[in-house]
């Protein structure tokens, strides 16, 4: 019997250990990553982080105290005047570290929500259920109208600006910087710093309907030269198919007669819809259905086959009467356009 219960609560603590480990490690992952705050890549997430790392602190520290004066009282302590504990602790103690907390969290509002210098990018960015309506407006050229995915120079302050023709949204890259509300009928701004170049994800963070968790985007932060070399050829139109792309060709009629371009617009082509995003070079975005997908021929076709299943409520129409041939030749064609 005691050899049993021996083993058994070996087993238990062998398990504890182990499960205890699993979940150290679960919890740590979700630190680093593409979608951290905690790993900032940005000025604004890095300020963000500071705050996190001194308010967890402190409350450890809080609590380390706490305990210690638990196990005091249970030890049968007596202290000289218990009075002071309640002044002390009670109140002086709460008030001065929630004072000191509030001065440093004051004092990172304004550079927060200060606008970008004059000159500096600037991107709309339209909520739309579910996906991102983009548009780049350098200084002084002419606005891009892209989708579904954001790419920024790095060490360039950028200037969002931020709405949304229905429900609420929020926009929130949580590498780079705080979250903020996209409002119908208002403009909201955001100013942007990042620090370092990479791949991160951002994701709405505002119940927006059945599709919100699904309404997430990729970030590429690149270099200088590099970012004005992309924007330009995102700037121009859709190369026509390869008269020798035979496949991609027929795609492109399949996009016309299925009336595609009631809702989309591929520049360079008569399709001008405004509907749902634009996709003149959408084969080139890290992602497909803002970020839920990857960008591939076979998520093209499932996508349009089957779109309300990948998104549940989707706001287009799916095509899976379409025969199979039209829909490779629709993906293919769609992947092209880089
Ligand atoms: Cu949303």
Same mark, same amino acid.
């Given at each position: 019997?005691?050899?049993?219960?021996?083993?058994?609560?070996?087993?238990?603590?062998?398990l504890?250990?182990?499960?205890?480990?699993?979940?150290?490690?679960?919890?740590?992952?979700?630190?680093?990553?593409?979608?951290?705050?905690?790993?900032?890549?940005?000025?604004?997430a890095?300020?963000?982080?500071?705050?996190?790392?001194?308010m967890? *602190? =402190? $409350?450890v520290?809080?609590?380390?105290?706490?305990?210690? &004066?638990? @196990? +005091?009282? %249970?030890?049968?302590?007596?202290s000289?005047?218990?009075?002071?504990?309640?002044?002390? *602790? =009670? $109140?002086?103690?709460?008030?001065?570290?929630?004072?000191? &907390?509030? @001065? +440093?969290? %004051?004092?990172?509002?304004?550079?927060?929500?200060?606008?970008?210098?004059?000159?500096?990018?600037?991107i709309?960015?339209?909520?739309?259920?579910?996906?991102?309506?983009?548009? +780049?407006?350098?200084?002084?050229?002419?606005?891009?109208?892209?989708?579904?995915?954001?790419?920024?120079?790095?060490?360039?302050?950028?200037e969002?600006?931020?709405?949304?023709?229905?429900?609420?949204?929020?926009f929130?890259?949580?590498?780079?910087?705080?979250?903020?509300?996209?409002?119908?009928?208002?403009?909201?701004?955001?100013?942007?710093?990042?620090?370092?170049?990479?791949?991160?994800?951002?994701?709405?963070?505002?119940?927006?309907?059945?599709s919100?968790?699904?309404?997430?985007?990729?970030?590429?932060?690149?270099?200088?030269?590099?970012?004005?070399?992309?924007?330009?050829?995102?700037?121009?139109?859709?190369?026509?198919?390869?008269?020798t792309?035979?496949l991609?060709?027929?795609?492109?009629?399949?996009?016309?007669?299925n009336?595609?371009?009631?809702?989309?617009?591929i520049?360079?082509t008569?399709?001008?819809?405004?509907?749902?995003?634009?996709?003149?070079?959408?084969?080139?975005?890290?992602?497909?259905?803002?970020?839920?997908?990857?960008?591939?021929?076979?998520?093209?076709?499932?996508?349009?086959?089957?779109?309300?299943?990948?998104?549940?409520?989707?706001?287009?129409?799916?095509w899976?009467?379409?025969?199979?041939?039209?829909?490779?030749?629709?993906?293919?064609?769609?992947?092209s356009?880089?």
């Amino acid at each position: 019997m005691a050899a049993l219960h021996d083993r058994s609560s070996q087993h238990r603590s062998r398990l504890l250990r182990r499960s205890g480990g699993f979940a150290v490690v679960v919890l740590m992952s979700g630190c680093a990553g593409e979608q951290s705050a905690l790993n900032p890549a940005g000025r604004e997430a890095e300020w963000i982080a500071d705050l996190f790392w001194w308010m967890a *602190g =402190g $409350a450890v520290v809080v609590w380390l105290g706490m305990v210690a &004066l638990t @196990v +005091y009282a %249970l030890r049968g302590g007596k202290s000289a005047n218990p009075k002071w504990f309640i002044i002390g *602790g =009670g $109140a002086i103690f709460p008030t001065v570290v929630l004072a000191v &907390l509030l @001065v +440093y969290g %004051l004092a990172m509002l304004p550079p927060l929500i200060a606008p970008a210098p004059p000159g500096s990018l600037k991107i709309a960015v339209t909520g739309e259920q579910w996906w991102w309506r983009v548009r +780049y407006q350098p200084a002084g050229e002419q606005e891009v109208v892209l989708a579904n995915e954001i790419r920024l120079p790095v060490n360039e302050p950028v200037e969002f600006e931020l709405d949304s023709p229905d429900v609420i949204h929020s926009f929130w890259i949580p590498s780079i910087g705080g979250k903020m509300d996209m409002i119908p009928g208002r403009k909201t701004r955001l100013t942007l710093n990042p620090t370092r170049t990479g791949t991160f994800r951002g994701q709405c963070a505002e119940y927006c309907g059945t599709s919100h968790a699904l309404m997430a985007f990729y970030v590429v932060v690149m270099e200088k030269a590099e970012f004005a070399r992309w924007l330009e050829q995102q700037r121009a139109p859709a190369a026509p198919a390869a008269a020798t792309a035979q496949l991609e060709m027929r795609g492109r009629d399949a996009f016309f007669t299925n009336g595609c371009a009631a809702c989309h617009a591929i520049r360079g082509t008569e399709a001008n819809g405004v509907v749902g995003p634009d996709l003149t070079h959408v084969g080139s975005r890290v992602s497909l259905g803002a970020g839920i997908l990857p960008n591939e021929t076979s998520a093209f076709r499932r996508w349009i086959e089957h779109t309300d299943k990948v998104k549940p409520a989707v706001l287009m129409p799916h095509w899976n009467m379409l025969p199979p041939e039209e829909l490779d030749a629709l993906a293919a064609y769609l992947e092209s356009l880089k």
